[in-house]
């Protein structure tokens, strides 16, 4: 349940109501914030936390051993259009 939101200066004007170091800090890291019009600095952290293609490792798959393979189909003997059935997801 969400409270009744209140601007700031209702907040400071509570009777008893005391800064705290967190919000001092706070207030000190959006006083110090910059402020950017221009877009282009958002593309760049953008483009440089991602990864090129040519990047990417080859999707191939690999044959499991058979004894691998054995166990899975033994664990899932359900089968529909040539793929396993999982019957139930079990979450923790």
Do not use: C, H, W
Not at 6 to 21: N, Y
């Amino acid at each position: 349940m969400m409270g009744k939101e209140m601007t700031l200066d209702v907040l400071s004007s509570i009777k008893g109501a005391k800064a705290s170091k967190v919000v001092d800090d706070l207030f000190e890291v959006i006083k110090t914030g910059q402020i950017s019009d221009n877009q282009t600095d958002e593309y760049q952290l953008i483009a440089s936390m991602a990864v090129d293609v040519e990047d990417l490792r080859a999707d191939e798959p690999i044959q499991s051993p058979a004894k691998e393979r054995e166990l899975i189909i033994e664990n899932f003997p359900k089968e529909k259009n040539g793929f396993l059935v999982v019957s139930k997801v079990i979450e923790e």
